[in-house]
């Protein structure tokens, strides 16, 4: 049967996975804040596919049939490897239309929340009620490295909706206590930055996606991936990372890093946000207005992720309130970038 | 009267400055001073003899042609509507004020605008078809 409305399409999820053999391959739990997500993955593939970028995974032995943790959110995670058969019949999507940024064209129900993952070929799904996610493909195999590298961010976005807390498209990094956002559109710098500093002994909390926390006397970020993507040009401004950076498909147009799975640190505060743009001649520092930070932050964030943009232009814009901001002008001159940082900021 | 469109413009006012964001464009604005100020004021149904005379405590003259452009632009943008539908069809007077700029931000728009059938690559949205 069709489902008739989102709610529809989440209850005939979780009843078909409720029917599964419960063999899940692996559990871990993902901590965010004071957040914690159980995450449930049910093969070696889909594991090794959406679990290897998550920062701070840690994978649990078991859970007994009774499931007693303690969590926020459950994230389901199945693949369609030796169980496609038993996984629940897919709506027929050109009765019900999907648009460009995934959203079924199905009657909206206030609490479940449904998407279709294009290039992924991935549907997912959250209801607020049960705080229960569910992320279903039919081939891990297939799954692209954008999305290996920042898995689950939509469900993430809806989890959050209500809470001062919300995934954002920016980089993030911590040094001798104080922490920086670098928020950015694409081709700003801000990836080739955060890794360069990184190698320079500066934390690294994400490179493309991060967890602004307003929720706290003083704005926080927390790291979700570990990973970042990084083009055959910065790889030339950056050759010693050159080793550790893989294609996942030989055409992919990004490489990918991972960071040491024991990175200590997933959160900080944020002490200045640093808006990275090219300009060439010498690097150096300058104030950036309150709506430059907004601009840099939402409309990336609104159009990559889908989310309600009216709370993103709102904690953006709480978030120029609370912290000082600066354009960081970038020359050709990185290797100054960390004596520069230090002079203005210790 | 002149108003925001609803549901489809997001905006927030930082320092005098409005940024917003039309979602089904993609496109995303800029404005300040003045011109941060007549959006305000757009919030509720506004006419133009009230742009007008808030545009009275401006430093310099504004020209009623200059608020017409200024209102000419947004609904190019298609960020407001009007009650009168024959107002935008008259000759926009094309007075431009510096004091009124709108600053419009398209890089983003092309993202949204993908067809995800014919325009993605095996890669899928958001990586276009190149």
């Given at each position: 049967?069709y489902p008739?409305?989102q709610?529809?399409l989440?209850t005939?999820?979780?009843?078909g996975?409720?029917?599964l053999p ?5 559990f871990?739990?993902?901590q ?6 159980l ?8 594991f ?5 970028s ?10 007994d ?7 926020d ?10 169980r ?11 009765q019900?239309?999907?648009d460009?940024k995934g959203?079924?064209?199905l009657?909206a ?6 998407s279709?993952?294009w ?7 959250y209801c ?7 992320y279903?493909?039919t081939?891990a195999?297939?799954?692209?490295y954008?999305?290996?590298s ?8 809806w989890f959050?909706?209500?809470k001062?807390i919300?995934p ?8 001798q206590g ?7 559109r ?19 909390l994400g490179d ?8 706290s006397t003083?704005?926080?970020v927390?790291a979700l991936?570990?990973s970042?993507?990084i ?10 990372l050159?080793n550790q950076?893989y ?10 890093l991972?960071?040491p ?7 900080h505060?944020?002490d200045?946000i640093?808006?990275p743009r ?11 207005r ?7 932050i939402?409309?990336t964030t609104?159009h ?5 943009a ?8 709480e978030l120029?309130?609370q ?7 970038l020359?050709?001159d990185?290797?100054c ?6 002079e203005t900021?210790? | ?11 927030e006012?930082?320092d ?12 995303y ?8 100020q007549?959006?305000d004021n757009l919030t509720?149904p506004?006419s ?6 808030q545009?009275l405590?401006?430093?310099t ?5 200059a608020?017409?452009t200024?209102l000419?632009?947004l609904?190019?943008e ?5 009650d009168?539908?024959s107002?935008?069809?008259q000759?926009n ?5 510096p004091a ?19 325009d993605?690559d ?8 190149i």
């Amino acid at each position: 049967m069709y489902p008739t409305c989102q709610h529809d399409l989440y209850t005939q999820l979780e009843t078909g996975f409720a029917t599964l053999p419960k063999t899940y391959h692996q559990f871990a739990l993902w901590q965010l804040g004071r957040y914690t997500l159980l995450l449930c993955f049910s093969t070696p593939t889909i594991f090794e596919k959406m679990g290897k970028s998550i920062a701070g995974l840690k994978p649990i032995d078991n859970i007994d049939s009774s499931w007693e943790i303690s969590y926020d959110l459950c994230i389901h995670c199945w693949d369609g490897e030796g169980r496609f058969d038993a996984a629940p019949t897919a709506p027929d999507w050109d009765q019900y239309g999907i648009d460009g940024k995934g959203i079924i064209n199905l009657p909206a129900s206030p609490d479940v929340f449904c998407s279709y993952v294009w290039g992924v070929g991935a549907l997912q799904a959250y209801c607020s009620t049960t705080r229960h996610a569910y992320y279903w493909i039919t081939d891990a195999n297939t799954i692209p490295y954008w999305e290996t590298s920042f898995p689950f961010r939509q469900i993430l976005s809806w989890f959050f909706q209500s809470k001062p807390i919300q995934p954002i498209h920016a980089a993030a990094l911590a040094y001798q206590g104080k922490g920086f956002l670098m928020p950015g559109r694409s081709g700003s710098g801000k990836s080739t930055t955060s890794l360069f500093l990184s190698m320079q002994g500066y934390d690294y909390l994400g490179d493309d996606y991060v967890l602004l926390d307003l929720s706290s006397t003083n704005p926080t970020v927390h790291a979700l991936y570990h990973s970042a993507k990084i083009d055959d040009h910065s790889l030339e401004i950056l050759p010693q990372l050159k080793n550790q950076a893989y294609k996942v498909h030989s055409e992919d147009p990004k490489s990918v890093l991972s960071f040491p799975k024991t990175n200590p640190l997933c959160s900080h505060t944020i002490d200045a946000i640093l808006l990275p743009r090219v300009v060439g001649g010498k690097t150096h520092i300058t104030p950036a207005r309150e709506s430059d930070v907004v601009l840099a932050i939402a409309p990336t964030t609104i159009h990559h992720l889908n989310v309600d943009a009216k709370k993103v232009l709102s904690l953006a814009k709480e978030l120029t309130i609370q912290c000082p901001h600066y354009w960081l002008n970038l020359g050709r001159d990185i290797d100054c970038l960390p004596n520069l940082l230090h002079e203005t900021f210790y | 009267m002149f108003r925001r469109k609803s549901g489809s413009v997001v905006s927030e006012t930082v320092d005098q400055e409005a940024i917003v964001v039309n979602l089904l464009n993609g496109k995303y604005h800029r404005m300040e001073g003045l011109a941060c100020q007549l959006w305000d004021n757009l919030t509720e149904p506004t006419s133009l003899e009230s742009l007008a005379q808030q545009c009275l405590l401006h430093a310099t003259p504004i020209s009623k042609q200059a608020i017409i452009t200024f209102l000419f632009a947004l609904n190019e943008e298609s960020l407001i509507e009007s009650d009168d539908e024959s107002f935008f069809l008259q000759p926009n007077p094309v007075c431009n004020d510096p004091a009124l700029c709108v600053e419009s931000y398209d890089d983003m728009a092309d993202l949204l605008l993908l067809d995800p059938i014919h325009d993605v690559d095996e890669a899928g949205w958001p990586n276009k078809n190149i």
